[in-house]
T-cell receptor
């Protein structure tokens, strides 16, 4: 079975631009969560979706949004990018307690 | 509210020596606790988790952790370090099985000396 897959693996954006990150959960997993990991820090919770509904939101501005599709894949959108948005964005899926993480998308904002 | 404190941002041990990574948590409800490992340029891999029951939890790669409620601790140990254990380790807590988020500590970088 494939694990959690994220795309793209790396990308570079300019301040003020918009970015969309994609995640495909493990087959059968209905819950998807997004985390932001700034260099040298632990991951910070952004969103959780379960059965296409938002179940939780972390302390992030409204520039961050997400959605989950009928096939349980998910997108994270970030508008009006700031330099401080540069980070590793991790997606995780779960069937029960204990998330499985993807390898992440490394976003660099210049 | 939940929080995690990892004591020591960097730990260095010799190959074959005991590994001890310290984690203390704060939780207003019985916690679910995790240890994750992150290798360079990779995502997080679950090492082990504590939910309920036995307080000594065995994980992958020879690691284990003990839940001590009285000390609010969940330290990670491995009897004999291997070079391949060099990585970043994160302790994490969740409020419940249905909780939407996991709270991570700031991480401990483990280095192994030959």
């Amino acid at each position: 079975d494939a694990g959690v897959t994220q795309s793209p693996t790396h990308l570079i954006k300019t301040r003020g631009q918009h970015v969309t990150l994609r995640c495909s959960p493990i087959s059968g997993h209905k819950s998807v969560s997004w985390y932001q990991q700034v260099l040298g820090q632990g991951p910070q919770f952004i969103f959780q979706y379960y059965e296409k509904e938002e179940r939780g939101r972390g302390n992030f501005p409204d520039r961050f949004s997400a959605r989950q599709f009928p096939n349980y894949s998910s997108e994270l959108n970030v508008n009006a990018l700031l330099l401080g948005d540069s980070a590793l964005y991790l997606c995780a899926s779960s069937l029960e307690l204990g998330y499985t993480f993807g390898s992440g998308t490394r976003l660099t904002v210049v | 509210a939940q929080s995690v404190t990892q004591l020591g941002s960097h730990v260095s041990v010799s190959e074959g020596a005991l590994v001890l990574l310290r984690c203390n948590y704060s939780s207003s409800v019985p916690p679910y606790l995790f240890w994750y490992v992150q290798y360079p340029n990779q995502g997080l891999q679950l090492l082990l988790k504590y939910t309920t029951g036995a307080t000594l939890v065995k994980g992958i790669n020879g690691f284990e952790a003990e839940f001590k409620k009285s000390e609010t601790s969940f330290h990670l140990t491995k009897p004999s370090a291997h070079m391949s254990d060099a990585a970043e380790y994160f302790c994490a807590v969740s409020a419940s099985r249905s909780a939407s988020k996991i709270i991570f500590g700031s991480g401990t970088r483990l280095s192994i000396r030959p």
